[in-house]
C-alpha cells in the first residue's frame, strides 16, 4: 500500500483537473462533493498508510515513480518518502483540509465561483503533499512554491476586492523574499552535498565543517521565515485574512505556515549540527510569539486577532524545534491545525451569520444565536489558551518544558506569551459572544448556522480537546506516543547530541502547574476586565495611551516596512520604468526601430507605383547591369 | 554549317527587341506577344546549344517553355478579358490598383 | 557555290524576316496587325529550327505557337473589340530614350561577347559529327528522351498544363454559368 502514497497526489489533481476544466457544467454542488471527495480518498489512504508504517523496514520506504531532471552530475527524482513524519503530515493536512473542504461548501454557497475556489483548494492540498511527502529538498522546494502560489490564487480570490488583490500580491512578494533565502540554501545543499535527496544528505551531513551547515541551514531559515511568518516578514499573514475564511483556516492556519517546522523538523540533523542557527531559531520563534501575541491584544478584527495568534503559535513551534524538542514542535503543529483551524471556521461562521461583519466592537451576544459555534469558538479558545487538559495544554506545556531546559530567558518569554495568549483569546470570546449586542439591527438580521459548517467545527473542537492524548507528558510515567512516533527520524540527530533527557519529576510538575496556572490566570483576568468591569480595558488605554496606539498600529511595522523598503523600491522602479524602461527600451529600442522601419518602409512604398511598365523597367534595368557586370568582370 | 554564334546573336537581337517591345508599349496584348518574341529568342538559344553540344537537353528544354508558354498565354489572356470586363480598357497604365 | 551556303542564306532570310517581324509586332499601331507580324515571327523561328536539325521542335513550334496561341490571340482581340490600337501620343519621351539604350547596351555586351566566341569556338562541339546532329532532332530521339530521361518533368508538364485549363475556366466564365444557373 505504501507504494501507492503517490496517488494521495494524484486524488487531488484529479479534482482540480475535473473542477477546472469542466466546474462551471457541474453545478455548484457536485463541485464542492468532487473537492471534498477526492481530498477524503487522499486522507483515506494517507490513513492506511499510517497504520502500515510501523511494519516498514527502518519505518521508511522510499517510492520511486521516474527520474525528473537528469542533467549530468545533477539527478533528481520524482520519489517520495513515505516515513512517520511525512505520514503525519499527510493525515494533518488531507484529515483537516478535509474538514475545511466539507466546511466550505457551506461557507461559498452564495458565492459564483465555487468551482474556481474548490480548484484552487484542492491544487493546494496537492501542493502541500507534495511538500511533505517529497523525499529530496527539491521535491520540497517545488511543493514550497506551489503553496505559495495557491496561497495567492486564494487570498486574491475575490480580486475584485483591491484589499484581496493587494494582500495576495503582499503575500506572494514577501514570501518570495524568503524563498529566495530558501533556494539558495537547496543551492548551498548541492554543491556541497552533490545531492538533494535527504537520506544521502543527512548521511554526509556529520562530515561537513560546521560552517558550511551553519549557513545552509541560516539560509533554510530564512525560508521558514517567510513561509511560517516570522519576524521580520510576519506582515503578510494579517493581512492574507482577506482571503475566504476557509482559506485562512487551511492555509493561513493549519497547514502551509506550518511548512517551515516541518522543514526544520525534517532537516533536524542539520540544524542539530548547527547549534547557532537553532539558538537563533529558538529566539526568533520566542520573540515572535511575544511581539505577536501583544499586537493581537489591541485588534478588533476577529479573524485578524487569530491570525496574529497565528504568528506567535507558528513562534511557539520555532522556539521548539529551535530548542531541539522537534517531537514537540510536531505535536504543537498538529493540535494547533485542529484548534486554529477550528476557531477561524468558527470565525467564519459568525462572518457568514453576520453578513461578513468581523470587527468585534460591532458583535456581541452571540452566544444564544450561534451556539454550537459558540462551544466549539470556545473549546478551541481553551485549547489556544493551554487550558489544562485540552490539546494546546499539552503541546504547549511539552515546548515550554524544553524551553526551560535550554534557556530560562526563553521560557519566561514563552511563559509569559502564554498569560497574553489566553487573555486576548477570551477577551475575543466574551466580546463576539457574551455581554449585549452592540448592533441590535446586524444581530437580528443574523443567518442560522447551517450543518455542513457546524459538523467540521464539532469534529474539530473533539480533536481539540482530545488531541492532547497524542503527547502525554512523559515525565508524569504518562505515554507519549508521538515522540516515540516520531523517534525513527530523530535518533540520527539525537545520537549527534547524546540522549535527549526528560526534566526531574518535580520541575516537570512545577512547568505543568505553571502553565495551569498562568492559563487560567489569563482567562480569569480577561474575565475581570470585560466582563467585570467593562470601563476598565478603555481606562487603561487611555492611561498607556501612547502603548495603546503602538500596539493597535501593529508596531508601526508596515509603515516602517512602507518606508524603508516599499518606497525606495518604488522609486528604484520608477527610475527603471522612466529611464530605462521608457526612454531606452521603449523610445530608442523599440519605436526607435519601428521608426526606422516604418520611414524605409515609407519610402520604398513610393516605389511600388502599381504600374506594370515601371516593374518591368525595373527588371529590365537590372538585368542588363547583371549581363554587363558579367562581361566586364 | 551555320555558326551557333550567328544564332546566339540573332536571339540576342529578337530578345532585345522583345524586351524594348514590352517597355515601349502600353498594350496589354502587344506586351504579351513581346514576351512571346522574348521566349522564342530563348528558345532559339537553347536549340543552337542543343546543337552546339551534341545534347537533347536543350530541346527537352524547349519543349517545356512551349508548355509553360501556351499555359501563360491561356491565363494571361484570360485574365485580360476579365479585366476588360471590368475596366473596359487594355491600357497597363489604367491597372494601378496594387498602388502601395 | 550557290548550294553550298544554301544554309547560310536560309539562315539570313529567316533570321532577317524574324527580326524585321519582331519589330513589326513592336512598332504597330493596330493590334492585328501585329498579332500577324507574330505568326510570322513564329514561323521563321521554325524554319530556323529546321536548320538546325530540331524537326521536333520545329513542328511542335508551328502547332503551339501559329497553331494555337496566335489564333488564340486572335480570338480574344475578336471578343474585346478591333479598336484596341492604340494612340501611340509620342515616342520620344525620356523614357523611351532610356529603353532603347538600354537594350543597344544588352544588345552591344551580348554580340561582342558571342563574337568573341566565334573567333576561337566551332560550328559544333569537337567530337560530335553532323550525323549525330541529324539523328538528334528526329521524333524518335527527342520523344525517347522525354520518356525515359525526361519523364517527371513531362508529367509536371501535363500537370501545369491541367492547372492552366482549371485557372481559365475559373477566370473565363465558370462562375457566370453557375450564376446562369441558379438564377434558371
Not at chain 1, 513551534?317 to 485542529?338: K, P
Not at chain 1, 485540552?390 to 526551560?404: C, N, P, Q, R, V
Amino acid at each position: 500500500m505504501s507504494n501507492y502514497i503517490w496517488l494521495a497526489i494524484v486524488f487531488p489533481l484529479l479534482g482540480v483537473l475535473i473542477n477546472g476544466f469542466f466546474g462551471r457544467k457541474l453545478g455548484r454542488r457536485l463541485n464542492g462533493w468532487i473537492g471534498v471527495g477526492t481530498v477524503a480518498l487522499s486522507f483515506a489512504l494517507g490513513a492506511l498508510v499510517f497504520m502500515q508504517v510501523p511494519g516498514l523496514p527502518e519505518h521508511a520506504q522510499r517510492v520511486k515513480l521516474w527520474d525528473w531532471i537528469s542533467v549530468g552530475s545533477l539527478q533528481i527524482s520524482l520519489s517520495f518518502l513515505v516515513d512517520p513524519l511525512s505520514m503525519i503530515m499527510t493525515l494533518v493536512v488531507t484529515g483537516v483540509g478535509m474538514l475545511i473542504h466539507i466546511y466550505a461548501i457551506g461557507y461559498m454557497e452564495h458565492d459564483k465561483d465555487v468551482a474556481r475556489f474548490f480548484t484552487y483548494l484542492n491544487l493546494f492540498i496537492a501542493s502541500m503533499l507534495m511538500l511533505v511527502l517529497s523525499d529530496n529538498y527539491f521535491g520540497l522546494y517545488v511543493g514550497w512554491e506551489l503553496v505559495g502560489l495557491c496561497s495567492y490564487l486564494l487570498i486574491g480570490f475575490w480580486f475584485h476586492k483591491p484589499a484581496a488583490a493587494d494582500a495576495g500580491k503582499k503575500a506572494f512578494i514577501v514570501n518570495r523574499v524568503g524563498d529566495f533565502g530558501f533556494a539558495l540554501g537547496v543551492f548551498l545543499i548541492w554543491t556541497t552535498f552533490g545531492t538533494l535527496q535527504y537520506a544521502e544528505v543527512f548521511e554526509m551531513a556529520p562530515a561537513i565543517s560546521t560552517t558550511t551547515i551553519t549557513i545552509i541551514t541560516a539560509l533554510l531559515f530564512v525560508g521558514a521565515i517567510g513561509k511560517s511568518a516570522q519576524i521580520p516578514l510576519y506582515v503578510w499573514l494579517p493581512d492574507a485574512m482577506e482571503g475566504p475564511t476557509p482559506v485562512s483556516a487551511l492555509i493561513h492556519a493549519a497547514t502551509m505556515v506550518t511548512a517551515g517546522v516541518y522543514m526544520i523538523t525534517r532537516s533536524n540533523i542539520l540544524y542539530t549540527l548547527a547549534p547557532t542557527t537553532s539558538a537563533l531559531v529558538a529566539t526568533v520563534g520566542a520573540v515572535t510569539a511575544f511581539f505577536a501575541a501583544t499586537i493581537a491584544l489591541t485588534q478588533f478584527d476577529l479573524k485578524r486577532i487569530l491570525a496574529y495568534s497565528t504568528v506567535s503559535q507558528l513562534g511557539y513551534m520555532m522556539l521548539a524545534v529551535g530548542v531541539g524538542a522537534y517531537s514537540s514542535g510536531i505535536f504543537h503543529l498538529a493540535t494547533h491545525a485542529f484548534f486554529k483551524a477550528l476557531l477561524f471556521m468558527a470565525a467564519g461562521s459568525v462572518m457568514h451569520a453576520m453578513r461578513n461583519v468581523i470587527d468585534i466592537r460591532r458583535l456581541g451576544g452571540l452566544k444564544s444565536k450561534l451556539p454550537v459555534t459558540y462551544w466549539t469558538f470556545l473549546i478551541g479558545g481553551l485549547a489556544l489558551s493551554g487550558f489544562p487538559l485540552t490539546a494546546g495544554f499539552f503541546s504547549k506545556d511539552e515546548i515550554l518544558a524544553k524551553a526551560y531546559e535550554f534557556n530560562f530567558l526563553l521560557y519566561a518569554i514563552g511563559l509569559f506569551t502564554a498569560l497574553l495568549t489566553a487573555f486576548y483569546t477570551f477577551r475575543a470570546i466574551i466580546l463576539t459572544f457574551h455581554g449585549q449586542p452592540k448592533d441590535r439591527k446586524l444581530y437580528d438580521s443574523a443567518h442560522r448556522e447551517s450543518s455542513v459548517m457546524t459538523t467540521p467545527l464539532v469534529v474539530l473542537a473533539a480533536l481539540s480537546l482530545l488531541g492532547g492524548l497524542m503527547g502525554l507528558p512523559a515525565a508524569l510515567g504518562l505515554p507519549n506516543w508521538i515522540e516515540g512516533w516520531l523517534e525513527p527520524i530523530l535518533e540520527a540527530g539525537q545520537s549527534l547530541t547524546g540522549e535527549m533527557h526528560h526534566a526531574a519529576l518535580g520541575t516537570e510538575v512545577m512547568l505543568i502547574l505553571a502553565s495551569s496556572v498562568i492559563a487560567i490566570l489569563g482567562i480569569t483576568a480577561a474575565w475581570w476586565v470585560y466582563v467585570k468591569n467593562p470601563q476598565i480595558a478603555e481606562r487603561v488605554a487611555a492611561k498607556y495611551h501612547s502603548a495603546y496606539t503602538v500596539l493597535f498600529n501593529k508596531y508601526y511595522i508596515d509603515e516602517i516596512y512602507n518606508k524603508l523598503i516599499v518606497e525606495p523600491g518604488k522609486a528604484l522602479g520608477r527610475f527603471f520604468y522612466r529611464v530605462i524602461d521608457k526612454a531606452f527600451i521603449d523610445d530608442v529600442m523599440v519605436d526607435g526601430l519601428a521608426k526606422v522601419t516604418k520611414g524605409f518602409g515609407a519610402t520604398v512604398s513610393g516605389w511600388q507605383s502599381g504600374y506594370i511598365g515601371n516593374y518591368v523597367m525595373g527588371i529590365f534595368v537590372g538585368s542588363v547591369v547583371i549581363v554587363v557586370y558579367f562581361f566586364l568582370r | 554549317m551555320v555558326h551557333t554564334s550567328y544564332y546566339l546573336l540573332l536571339a540576342a537581337m529578337l530578345f532585345a527587341i522583345g524586351a524594348g517591345g514590352v517597355l515601349l508599349r502600353k498594350n496589354a496584348l502587344i506586351i504579351m506577344m513581346c514576351v512571346e518574341i522574348m521566349m522564342n529568342a530563348v528558345n532559339l538559344t537553347l536549340v543552337a546549344f542543343s546543337r552546339q553540344l551534341g545534347s537533347l537537353t536543350g530541346q527537352v528544354f524547349v519543349f517545356m517553355i512551349m508548355v509553360v508558354a501556351a499555359v501563360e498565354v491561356a491565363i494571361g489572356l484570360a485574365i485580360l478579358v476579365e479585366l476588360y470586363r471590368q475596366i473596359k480598357s487594355v491600357n497597363i497604365d489604367d491597372f494601378s490598383s496594387l498602388k502601395g | 557555290m550557290l548550294l553550298a551556303n544554301l544554309e547560310l542564306y536560309l539562315f539570313f532570310i529567316f533570321g532577317g524576316v524574324a527580326v524585321i517581324a519582331a519589330f513589326g509586332v513592336v512598332f504597330n499601331k493596330n493590334v492585328v496587325h501585329s498579332t500577324l507580324f507574330l505568326l510570322l515571327d513564329m514561323v521563321m523561328l521554325a524554319g530556323l529550327y529546321v536548320l538546325l536539325n530540331a524537326e521536333y521542335i520545329a513542328v511542335i513550334q508551328i502547332l503551339v505557337y501559329a497553331g494555337a496561341i496566335v489564333v488564340l490571340i486572335l480570338f480574344v482581340i475578336m471578343f474585346l473589340g478591333a479598336e484596341l490600337g492604340e494612340r501611340i501620343p509620342t515616342w520620344l519621351t525620356i523614357r523611351n530614350v532610356i529603353v532603347v539604350f538600354l537594350a543597344a547596351v544588352f544588345l552591344t555586351v551580348t554580340g561582342t561577347a558571342v563574337f568573341e566566341w566565334l573567333g576561337v569556338g566551332q560550328a559544333i562541339h569537337g567530337n560530335i559529327t553532323p550525323e549525330l546532329i541529324a539523328q538528334n532532332g528526329s521524333v524518335e530521339m527527342v520523344g525517347a528522351a522525354i520518356f525515359t530521361d525526361y519523364i517527371l518533368p513531362f508529367e509536371f508538364a501535363s500537370v501545369i498544363l491541367l492547372v492552366g485549363i482549371v485557372g481559365v475556366i475559373t477566370l473565363g466564365g465558370w462562375r457566370k454559368v453557375q450564376h446562369r444557373k441558379d438564377s434558371e
